[in-house]
């Protein structure tokens, strides 16, 4: 949708270009950059990213250099501060000018850039009149939670990404309109997750956390049901939290302190296909039998743990790190329980190098068990 909209602004960026008067000079020149930028566009493979941001500040970059495309319209006011390129008059960019407060933000606004700038205080009334604003991207500032107005947020019906990365929040901001999908909050100093941060934010679809200080998740995010990516890497995690919403597909716990994960965990999330656990204090007492045996999963990255042993994973599975551990022995039988014409593992990728085992302890039959694999390092 976000794509679209973008693309039919291009569009009309092109439309006005050629509707200058066509006996004029001037104008045929214009078409021809007009042209030309397209061209130059597409042939970049830009037309690909999903990301208007980066198609937007491609964009700039280009009429900076052809400043002259867009000096005779205008898009509206727009605070000194920042720049709103009348081709796009819904963007404003006030991103990287040092900046200690949010400048007043025009209602037409959908899309505001405000990252890499030294704010550290928001109004209650900060966005009161900018409620169709569909992206707000404020990481990389010194916001601090008691800093940021309890309702700040709260009018932007329209939001769906909210960027607040890198800043220096202890607790996730109150009232997050329900309409966010992608929230942003890594690199901040959170430390504990109340039951009621996420509550109604029925459409979140990916959530990071990493690098915070979290030690324990509770029941904050065990109803978000559209939740498909939640990272939680860079905390002080101990466990594998129990109650996580069950259409995650991926989930990233690296660099924890985790120990343990619950029994059946990986059952009650069916639809979970990449699991990174790096770089943890997993030990084979702390991972119940057949833990990771379940068909769904894709991806398991275990290295950088206290492991023994080669924990039995589905024939499914496809990727599977066990770098750096203290693993002893090669067990086929972590992968196939029988192996032969149909029987084997669909195991792509397997890292066993950093363990204490060498070449001469891959078993005979393990070619056969792992046919499919493109590369093992040992
Ligand atoms: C919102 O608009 C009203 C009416 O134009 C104006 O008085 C007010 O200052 C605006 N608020 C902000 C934060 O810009
Ligand atoms: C992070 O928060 C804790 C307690 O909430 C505080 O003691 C600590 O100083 C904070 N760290 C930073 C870098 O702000
Ligand atoms: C994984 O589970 C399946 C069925 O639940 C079982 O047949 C298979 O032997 C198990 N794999 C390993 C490696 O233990």
């Not at 466990?239 to 994960?261: A, C, G, M």
């Not at 014409?341 to 397997?350: D, G, I, Q």
Request: with cysteine.
């Amino acid at each position: 949708m976000e794509t679209t909209s973008f693309l039919q602004t291009i569009g009309s960026v092109v439309v006005t270009l050629f509707q200058c008067p066509p006996d004029n000079s001037h104008a045929v020149k214009m078409r021809l950059i007009a042209l030309l930028l397209v061209a130059g566009l597409c042939d970049l493979g830009l037309c690909r990213t999903q990301d208007p941001f980066i198609w937007l500040s491609y964009l700039r970059s280009r009429y900076r250099t052809h400043g002259a495309l867009y000096a005779d319209t205008t898009g509206g006011d727009c605070p000194l501060e920042c720049e709103c390129p009348p081709s796009y008059p819904i963007a404003m960019y006030c991103n990287g000018r040092g900046l200690r407060q949010v400048p007043t933000v025009p209602s037409r606004m959908r899309y505001v850039y405000l990252q890499n700038n030294e704010i550290s205080r928001i109004q209650d009334n900060a966005f009161e009149n900018a409620t169709g604003l569909v992206w707000l991207m404020l990481h990389d500032n010194q916001l601090t939670s008691d800093q940021v107005g309890p309702r700040v947020f709260s009018k932007l019906t329209n939001l769906k990404r909210l960027y607040l990365d890198n800043n220096l929040l202890n607790h996730v901001p109150s009232n997050l309109p329900p309409s966010i999908r992608y929230l942003r909050l890594g690199g901040n100093n959170i430390t504990t997750l109340e039951e009621d941060d996420f509550k109604g934010m029925d459409d979140l679809t990916i959530l990071q956390l990493q690098d915070n200080n979290i030690e324990e998740v509770g029941g904050a995010l065990k109803s978000l049901p559209s939740l498909t990516l939640l990272d939680i890497s860079g905390n002080n995690l101990q466990k594998v939290p129990d109650l996580l919403p069950e259409r995650l597909h991926q989930l990233y716990l690296q660099s924890n302190s985790i120990e343990t994960v619950p029994a059946n965990f990986l059952r009650k999330l069916s639809q979970l296909q990449f699991f990174r656990l790096a770089n943890n204090q997993l030990t084979d007492k702390g991972i119940p039998p057949n833990t990771f045996n379940v068909t769904g999963l894709i991806e398991l990255d275990l290295s950088y743990n206290k492991l023994e042993r080669i924990p039995p994973v589905s024939t499914n599975l496809q990727h599977l790190y066990l770098q750096a551990n203290q693993i002893k022995e090669f067990s086929v039988g972590s992968f196939c329980t029988v192996v032969d014409n149909r029987h084997y593992s669909n195991l792509r990728v397997l890292r066993l190098d950093g363990n204490e085992i060498n070449t001469d302890d891959f078993p005979a039959e393990a070619p056969l068990c792992l046919r499919l694999a493109r590369s093992i390092d040992i």
